[in-house]
């Protein structure tokens, strides 16, 4: 491989060269069973044909117009993205490239609201010990682990930490006075696939409407259909005033989104904030695939049901090295005795030379010792038992 990249990524000795289903094949030709989806990115798995055609269409007639103008794509996306958002009161949309991105545009709606409505002063987001938020200087201040503060400072003020699952914590961080938001993963991905318990979502949308202090649910990687509703914070019951996305709503095409309901939906005004890429025409295309084929409850069923027999096979086996089994829909952690790591490395090693069709396996860690599992939705139950017979193996 090259050595002009930024040493930024410890990366594994293969190379892609293209993908099909939940399958992707190397530049030797060797194949691997994806399990990763590119970190919750390609939700309708490799070379989805529909995706394919209306990403190439799209292309072909127009791939970008600045927001100085109007696309039918964009808009139409746009549409149909605030619709799957309904649901939870979601009523407007601001699109962006990138989760870190999505989740800036939501600080500046939540600050902008507290400045509008309760006067200066009132700035503060507090978010979760564990959580993760993104890589710009401002998501690092947001992302509530202190590996990510060093090196960068000074980080943006204004943000606070909290236990996940401490309702007096939180009822304390949460003073009406110099809060403005509170941020949170229904389900917490790189720190290791944590579901929060429905009692802190519940409570903690209880003291934010009290407050007036903005919910915001950070669904970059547990959204668009991940755990089995196209929203995680679905399953809660509550109404967030933000929902942010990203990863998997285009299916392999970077796009981000903002979403605000009532209270929060008309508080960004002309000239407060924009993205150059935003809403690109080629990325709109590709979201509109992705919604059209995932936010259909016989879809979102079947995420449900794979998910759930991916655990009850692990679970079956009674393996001596896993621990811990946590998740929701194709979202699954699984606590193992050793370093995470190796197991990755084995699961890249273990794809033989064709025509030995031995497979190897794509899975990604979250934390040490914890395995993360996001296959493709588009994954077949043979494909799942085949995948979790190398795991098992690898395992051992
Ligand atoms: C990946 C992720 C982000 C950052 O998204 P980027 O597209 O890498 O900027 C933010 N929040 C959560 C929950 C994520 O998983």
């Given at each position: 491989?090259?050595?002009?990249?930024?040493?930024?990524?410890?990366?594994?000795?293969v190379?892609?060269?293209?993908?099909?289903?939940?399958?992707?094949?190397d530049?030797?030709?060797?194949k691997?069973l994806d399990f990763s989806s590119?970190?919750a990115v390609n939700?309708?798995?490799?070379?989805?044909?529909?995706?394919?055609?209306?990403?190439a269409e799209?292309?072909?007639?127009?791939?970008?117009?600045?927001?100085?103008?109007q696309?039918?794509?964009?808009?139409?996306f746009?549409?149909?993205?605030?619709?799957?958002?309904?649901p939870?009161?979601m009523?407007?949309?601001?699109l962006?490239?990138?989760?870190?991105e999505a989740?800036?545009?939501?600080?500046?709606?939540?600050?902008?609201y507290?400045?509008v409505?309760?006067?200066p002063?009132?700035?503060?987001?507090?978010?979760?010990?564990g959580?993760?938020?993104?890589?710009?200087?401002?998501?690092?201040a947001?992302?509530?682990?202190?590996?990510?503060?060093?090196?960068f400072?000074?980080?943006?003020?204004?943000f606070?930490y909290?236990?996940?699952?401490?309702?007096?914590?939180l009822d304390?961080?949460?003073d009406?006075d110099?809060?403005?938001?509170?941020?949170?993963?229904?389900?917490?991905?790189?720190?290791?696939i944590?579901?929060?318990?429905?009692?802190?979502?519940?409570r903690?949308?209880?003291?934010?409407?009290?407050?007036?202090?903005?919910?915001?649910?950070?669904?970059?990687?547990?959204?668009?259909?991940r755990?089995?509703?196209?929203?995680?914070?679905e399953?809660?019951?509550?109404?967030?005033?933000?929902?942010?996305?990203a990863?998997?709503?285009?299916?392999?095409?970077?796009?981000?989104?903002?979403?605000?309901?009532e209270?929060a939906a008309?508080?960004?005004?002309?000239?407060d904030?924009?993205?150059?890429?935003?809403?690109?025409?080629v990325?709109?295309?590709?979201?509109?695939?992705?919604l059209?084929?995932?936010?259909?409850?016989?879809f979102?069923?079947?995420i449900?049901?794979?998910?759930?027999?991916?655990?009850?096979?692990?679970?079956?086996w009674?393996h001596?090295?896993v621990?811990?089994?946590?998740?929701r829909g194709?979202?699954?952690?699984?606590?193992?005795e050793?370093?995470?790591?190796?197991?990755?490395?084995?699961?890249?090693?273990?794809?033989?030379?064709?025509?030995?069709?031995n497979?190897?396996l794509?899975?990604l860690?979250?934390?040490?010792?914890?395995?993360?599992?996001?296959?493709?939705?588009?994954?077949?139950?043979t494909?799942?038992?085949?995948?979790?017979?190398?795991?098992?193996?690898?395992?051992s």
């Amino acid at each position: 491989m090259t050595d002009v990249f930024m040493n930024t990524y410890h990366r594994l000795p293969v190379t892609f060269s293209r993908g099909e289903g939940a399958w992707l094949f190397d530049t030797g030709g060797k194949k691997y069973l994806d399990f990763s989806s590119g970190i919750a990115v390609n939700c309708l798995g490799h070379a989805y044909p529909p995706l394919v055609k209306a990403i190439a269409e799209q292309a072909a007639r127009l791939n970008h117009v600045c927001n100085y103008y109007q696309s039918n794509t964009t808009a139409a996306f746009a549409e149909k993205l605030t619709a799957a958002c309904a649901p939870v009161g979601m009523k407007r949309v601001f699109l962006a490239n990138s989760g870190a991105e999505a989740n800036e545009g939501a600080f500046k709606i939540a600050r902008k609201y507290s400045l509008v409505r309760h006067g200066p002063n009132r700035h503060r987001i507090v978010t979760l010990k564990g959580g993760f938020h993104g890589r710009t200087v401002t998501t690092l201040a947001a992302t509530g682990q202190d590996v990510f503060h060093k090196d960068f400072g000074p980080f943006t003020e204004g943000f606070a930490y909290v236990p996940a699952g401490d309702i007096e914590a939180l009822d304390r961080a949460l003073d009406a006075d110099t809060v403005a938001g509170f941020l949170v993963e229904a389900v917490q991905g790189e720190s290791g696939i944590r579901p929060q318990e429905s009692a802190y979502i519940r409570r903690a949308a209880e003291l934010c409407a009290e407050r007036d202090i903005l919910l915001i649910f950070d669904e970059v990687q547990c959204g668009v259909g991940r755990t089995g509703s196209f929203l995680a914070c679905e399953a809660y019951g509550v109404k967030p005033d933000i929902v942010t996305l990203a990863k998997g709503l285009a299916g392999g095409i970077p796009v981000g989104a903002a979403l605000a309901g009532e209270k929060a939906a008309d508080i960004l005004q002309i000239s407060d904030h924009g993205s150059t890429f935003g809403g690109n025409p080629v990325a709109a295309a590709a979201g509109l695939v992705v919604l059209e084929t995932v936010n259909c409850p016989s879809f979102l069923a079947e995420i449900t049901r794979k998910g759930e027999k991916l655990q009850s096979v692990v679970r079956g086996w009674g393996h001596p090295k896993v621990r811990e089994l946590r998740g929701r829909g194709l979202m699954i952690g699984i606590d193992i005795e050793d370093e995470a790591w190796p197991i990755l490395e084995r699961g890249v090693a273990a794809a033989g030379t064709p025509p030995a069709a031995n497979p190897g396996l794509l899975i990604l860690s979250a934390g040490q010792k914890t395995l993360r599992l996001l296959p493709p939705y588009i994954i077949a139950d043979t494909e799942i038992e085949e995948g979790l017979e190398l795991l098992r193996g690898l395992l051992s």
